[in-house]
């Protein structure tokens, strides 16, 4: 019985980019290198014998294909499962936006089915959490300014309405809770998840999907992403909140996870230092290393006092007329 062929080379990949993109001829061949990269994300799991890179170009480019050539794109063309293969590579680009660039390409009816449905809501999920947590850099500039807005000069508003929307604002505000990513994201690792009634079998590929997410190297480079965006963010933050962000244990896991993600700092005379991005973890707080985002304005420490006064002075000025 003869092995199955090797998946193509990413330099073959780009020459066939180069001169064949819009040929359905590759198709194939773009297939068979989105599993290989999939491939090498479950690793840890599935024996890879050659790494495959991951490259956008080449996955958006079958995407496209797909779009010229809609009867590819089902169930039965096995598109749909190769289509997912290319989202989830996606979604670890986190906080790139390849995932929402890919989802203009892919129709609703498929991004609408199981599992790729669940991994829309992991990009919503992520792209919530972030949002949140940039607004967290100033949380409690913008409750004042709400505050002063629905309770002093806003006075034409009926003030259950004034409550509701106060209400509404503070829950979105403080809602940054990365932690509801990883229940959603564990569920991919089943095979059968998102499987029809009744469907007895499971495909290949979407084996193959649940073999990367069970595997180490997806987690760990989510929670990377994760990790900068918290330590960007924040100079110091509660070791519960870190440790709920990452889904991670104890403080002893998330030092062993932090002490190989390197944070670049400049030294003297145009050097470059790397260094832990975790810089210590003392009396329940998590600090994490200086740097230009997380030093150099208000507000970097989980959920830290602000001087108002020149808000204030601002607002004090402002009128909102009723209409």
């Known amino acids: 019985m003869s092995s199955p062929p090797s998946p193509p080379t990413h330099a073959e990949i780009q020459s066939l980019l180069s001169t064949s993109a819009y040929n359905p001829a590759i198709i194939p061949q773009l297939e068979s290198y989105v599993r290989a990269q999939l ?126 929307t106060h209400q509404s604002c503070n829950e979105l505000l403080e809602s940054c809770r990365f932690s509801s990513f990883w229940p959603e994201f564990r569920k991919l690792g089943i095979p059968e998840y998102g499987a029809p009634e009744g469907q007895t ?33 924040y100079k110091s933050a509660p070791l519960s909140y870190v440790l709920s962000a990452l889904d991670l244990k104890d403080e002893a896991s998330l030092m062993s996870f932090a002490s190989k993600v390197m944070f670049v700092t400049s030294g003297g005379g145009g050097s470059e230092n790397e260094m832990p991005i975790v810089e210590k973890v003392e009396g329940g707080f998590v600090t994490f290393v200086s740097s230009a985002e997380n030093t150099k304005r208000v507000g970097s420490a989980y959920k830290e006092g602000v001087n108002y006064q020149a808000v204030a002075a601002m607002m004090s000025k402002s009128k909102i007329r009723g209409q």
Not at 44 to 68: D, G, H, M
Not at 111 to 127: G, I, K, M, N, W
């Open 39 to 164: 491939s090498t994300v479950a690793s840890s799991l599935v024996a890879s014998q050659s790494p495959a890179q991951y490259s956008f170009e080449a996955n958006r480019t079958l995407i496209k294909l797909y779009q010229f050539f809609p009867h590819l794109l089902t169930a039965s063309g096995g598109g749909e499962g190769v289509a997912c293969l290319v989202g989830f590579l996606a979604l670890l680009s986190w906080p790139e936006t390849e995932f929402v660039a890919l989802g203009c390409l892919i129709p609703e009816r498929v991004q609408s089915v199981e599992p790729f449905a669940t991994l829309v809501r992991y990009s919503r999920l992520l792209s919530l959490s972030w949002n949140c947590l940039f607004s967290q850099i100033n949380i409690n500039v913008v409750k004042t300014i709400m505050a002063m807005l629905l309770t002093k000069t806003s006075l034409s508003l009926p003030l259950s309405h004034k409550q509701t």
């Open 201 to 233: 079998s499971v495909s290949d590929d979407r084996k193959l999907l649940a073999d990367a997410v069970n595997g180490s190297r997806a987690s760990h480079q989510i929670r990377v992403s994760m990790i900068r965006m918290l330590a960007k963010t």
